[in-house]
């Protein structure tokens, strides 16, 4: 019995081991590592080619180090870069120079510049999403007491202010993680955010619910200037949890993607497989994963929480849509099985020359077996043969007749007649012989 618990408590150990050797894939890396895959294999790259994951290999050391010199993001109790420092870092601002939404058709949208981004907000009731099972939603009071749920919590706030408060002032507003107030001239109106039940209804993007039914935002559009120069952490603070919950805009993510493989391209001893600026990754190309891909797709929290170096968050892996991966796999790297084995003694030298080379045979070797393939066939001459042609003899009407004619004609035509008979009588034998 002790010997049974003492190999049970060292599987379990074994087992331990394992499971600690595999650590998170994020969906950022995936996409980032699936999206460089794409186009190489658009290129003509097989993926055993030993550049394929030497391109994979540099791509994750380029990005760590550049990472490394990034500045580091807050959010909880991580401190740690994100991918939006790292391509803040690498250079964005150079391959996207104007502002783009950070979510895919969100309201925030950003514009790069050297360590420095400037923030504009958009106010459209358009872009403002519903609410729907499984999606968080705020909560508010409306007129008459009455509740109301949105997908939005500042929208349904200065909806509520619209409503209760005043139809011509735009308030000011605070936007929390689990609130939201909207004030001014000493009003103030406030909703929370309610993650915990489903919503009482269904209601499409542009929509708020209120009593029985959904109806559209209808309050003053603010005019917002843009907050010029935020360092990276101001630009997240300043989303909200609707923003972040978005599908990240593809052209970020392929952003991120090519500067990590120009990057890697360029540096000293690099191995891999050349970056072509003629043929970069596009945000078509994103758009085509992010449809293929749905639910390792990242969002705009994945693009910039902050993503701790000891679960390894800048190594591409091998497989794009894996959640785990084993740190001690790189790409492209080969193993040998006998590199604990001993050299095996094969003992003396046994003097064997070097091999010598037969002489190239002729055409005619070449032929010679088929050519002696049947040699009666070959040799074969068709027998002599004398006759006598038969002439019918007969008596009528008291005379005697002779028919000999057709002896004549055929002793006249005797070469033709000899040719054609024998060249049957040759095609008859070749029958017979090939059908046995």
Request: aromatic share 8%; charged share 10%.
């Amino acid at each position: 019995m002790r010997k049974f618990f003492v190999v049970i408590f060292s599987w379990l150990l074994v087992y331990q081991s394992c499971f600690a050797a595999a650590v998170p894939v994020s969906r950022m890396q995936g996409s980032t590592s699936g999206l460089i895959q794409q186009k190489v294999a658009s290129r003509g790259f097989a993926a055993n080619d030993p550049r394929f994951g030497a391109t994979l290999s540099a791509v994750s050391t380029t990005v760590a180090t550049i990472a490394g010199t990034a500045a580091v993001v807050a959010v909880g109790t991580i401190t740690a870069p994100a991918w939006v420092t790292f391509v803040l870092a690498a250079g964005v601002g150079t391959i996207v120079t104007y502002g783009v939404s950070v979510g895919l058709d969100g309201l925030f949208t950003w514009l790069f510049k050297p360590n420095a981004i400037d923030v504009s907000t958009s106010s459209s009731s358009s872009g403002i999403p519903g609410i729907g099972t499984g999606i968080p939603f705020w909560v508010g009071t409306g007129s008459g007491g009455i509740t109301v749920y949105g997908g939005d919590g500042l929208a349904l706030a200065r909806q509520l202010f619209y409503d209760t408060v005043s139809t011509v002032d735009i308030p000011s507003c605070s936007v929390g993680a689990q609130s939201v107030q909207c004030y001014k001239g000493g009003a103030v109106v406030t909703v929370a955010k309610n993650s915990n039940s489903a919503p009482p209804a269904t209601c499409p993007g542009g929509n708020y619910y209120s009593g029985s039914v959904c109806k559209p935002y209808a309050y003053p559009v603010p005019t917002i200037p843009p907050a010029l120069n935020q360092t990276p952490q101001q630009a997240i603070d300043a989303l909200t949890d609707t923003e972040k919950a978005r599908p990240l805009n593809p052209q970020l993510l392929a952003a991120a993607a090519n500067l990590a493989w120009q990057k890697a391209s360029a540096a000293p001893g690099y191995d891999g497989i050349p970056y072509s600026p003629a043929d970069p990754i596009t945000s078509a190309d994103a758009l085509n994963w992010k449809n293929a891909n749905p639910n390792t797709y990242p969002t705009v929290s994945d693009f910039v929480a902050p993503q701790p170096a000891a679960n390894l968050p800048w190594s591409m892996p091998v497989s794009p849509t894996a959640t785990t991966q084993d740190p001690a796999v790189k790409p492209g790297t080969a193993t040998n099985p006998a590199a604990a084995n001993p050299l095996q003694n094969l003992g003396s030298d046994p003097n064997i020359g070097a091999p010598a080379m037969e002489e190239t045979p002729t055409a005619e070797n070449i032929l010679k077996p088929v050519m002696d393939l049947m040699p009666g066939f070959k040799n074969f001459v068709v027998p002599s043969h004398s006759g006598v042609c038969p002439k019918p003899e007969f008596t009528v009407f008291s005379q005697h007749i002779i028919m000999d004619s057709q002896c004549n004609l055929a002793e006249q035509n005797r070469s033709a007649l000899f040719a054609v008979m024998a060249a049957v009588w040759a095609l008859c034998a070749a029958f017979i012989v090939l059908k046995a």
